[in-house]
Structures are given as C-alpha cells and as structure tokens.
C-alpha cells in the first residue's frame, strides 16, 4: 500500500506545471483505459490469501452530468498467472467521477456493479460490487488527459467468497 501512495504522489507532482496550457473542459461523451499494478486479496469461508501482486486494468466510457459530474460505466479486471494456476478478478460497474474543482483535474470516483473472481481449477464466484478510488486528469492536448490513478475494487461474492484489488495505474481519457 505505501508503495500505491508513493507511486501515485510521483505521478501527480508534475501536474500542475503540464496541465497549464490545456484547461480542464469536461464536455459530452468520454472514453478512456489504462493499465498499472493491482494487489488482489480475497477470502471466503475456511480461507483466505496473502495479498498477490499482478496486471491490472481499466476501461471507461460516459458523459458528463454538469461540470463537476461525469456518469459512465468501466470494468476493472486482474490477472496473474500463480505457480500455473490463471487468477482473474473483475468489476463491472456504473461510476460516478465527482471533480472538487469545476476547472481542476482531482477527481473522487465512486460506484456500485457486479464483481468476479475466477480461480482455474477451482471455480468462479460472483456478486455485488463496489468501485471507488482517486486521480487527476492532466490534460496533455486540447481533448486528451493522461490520468494517474489510485483505485480499489471489491465485491462480496456467492458462496461467502470475498475480493479485492487495489489498484494503481496510469492511463488515457479523451473528453
């Protein structure tokens, strides 16, 4: 976990200086995806693990509700091959980015979907998630941010089976 926070205050202290020529307009529809660590840790009834370092990812998609809201959807998924057992953890869920700041680029996100943890050999659970995390667009181009981002997504699955990744991951959003 102090390795996320460390990585992640690296990844915001530039920001301000980039960001200076494009202004944070946030209008109309939006996509984005980006790829970084994730730390998955699961339990369930009789079980549990250590926490497994693995790839992680995001992809998202919506449109903006007023100048500090955007809505949209995004799926969250983890993968690691462990000693050649295929581990894969996934959200999917409808978010909403709140922004403190109508002009600035910090962002809240928080949301509530569906989770997944599939375990090769062993068998897949699902049920109720919950998304939420932090980060800031830097805006690179008129239309284009690069987006550093701390998240955590879980879920509480069938069978008493639970998991969660957080996340830390660098990214691309064209509003």
């Avoid at 992680?56 to 983890?78: A, D, I, V």
């Amino acid at each position: 976990m102090r390795f996320a926070l460390v990585a992640l205050a690296v990844a915001l202290a530039p920001t301000a200086a980039v960001a200076q020529g494009h202004p944070q307009i946030r209008d109309g529809f939006w996509i984005g995806f980006g790829l970084g660590y994730g730390s998955l840790g699961f339990e369930c009834s009789g079980c549990s693990n250590d926490r497994v370092g693995g790839l992680s990812g995001y992809l998202k998609m919506g449109g903006k509700l007023g100048p500090k809201l955007l809505l949209g959807g995004e799926t969250n998924g983890w993968s690691k091959d462990d000693q050649g057992t295929m581990v894969t953890a996934a959200n999917a869920s409808v978010v909403l980015y709140f922004y403190p700041s109508a002009t600035g680029g910090f962002f809240l996100r928080g949301g509530l979907g569906w989770s997944t943890l599939d375990i090769e050999g062993i068998g897949s659970e699902g049920g109720g998630g919950a998304v939420f995390g932090i980060g800031y667009d830097v805006r690179v181009s008129a239309n284009m941010s690069l987006v550093p981002v701390l998240n955590f997504a879980g879920g509480a699955l069938a069978n008493d089976f639970k998991q969660n990744v957080v996340q830390v991951a660098l990214g691309l959003t064209w509003h």
